[in-house]
């Protein structure tokens, strides 16, 4: 069952986050994900920055994106599933209420941003009906850069 979190769910959302992520944590530039706090969440939701849809299954939550409209486009991020539950369209689930919602705001975009060496996420995406509309290098503080790509999905308006 997918649902739009609360603030009360910031713990739920960062431990999903932990889980998916710590694959990323001996690489050259672990993912900032890994830097965040169940209060820079928690912050966040409570002040309208962002939003974000969990799905749970029996009671726990295995599955989460963070997400905030932008301009013209739903703009998502930290797209997050317990390694223990991929593999079950969790993702793709995950990325049709993001279509929902988009469209019931008359957004007419998706899009994200992720790491161009990840290469099975950008599969994803373009399984998904997104396709690669720009590149940037991000700096991070420690010096080192990191090559992105953004992943954008037009939806029918």
């Known amino acids: 069952m997918i649902l739009l ?20 944590r001996s690489s050259n530039t672990p993912s900032s994900a890994l830097e965040e706090t169940p209060n ?3 912050t966040a939701l409570k002040n309208g920055e962002e939003k974000a849809f969990l799905f749970w299954k029996e009671k726990k939550v295995v599955g989460a994106v963070r997400f905030r409209e932008q301009e013209e486009l739903l703009y998502f991020f930290r797209l997050s599933v317990r390694p223990e539950e991929r593999g079950r369209g969790i993702a793709r689930q995950l990325l049709a209420a993001l279509e929902v919602y988009a469209a019931s705001r008359k957004l007419f975009k998706l899009q994200c941003q992720v790491r161009v060496s990840v290469t099975k996420n950008i599969a994803l995406y373009t399984q998904n009906g997104f ?27």
Do not use: P, Q, W
């Open 5 to 24: 979190a609360e603030v009360s769910h910031a713990e739920e959302i960062h431990g999903t986050m932990m889980a998916a992520f710590e694959e990323y």
């Open 40 to 42: 820079t969440i928690r």
């Open 131 to 157: 396709c690669l509309t720009d590149r940037k290098t991000v700096s991070k503080l420690n010096g080192t850069r990191v090559e992105t790509a953004f992943m954008t999905k037009e939806l029918n308006g």
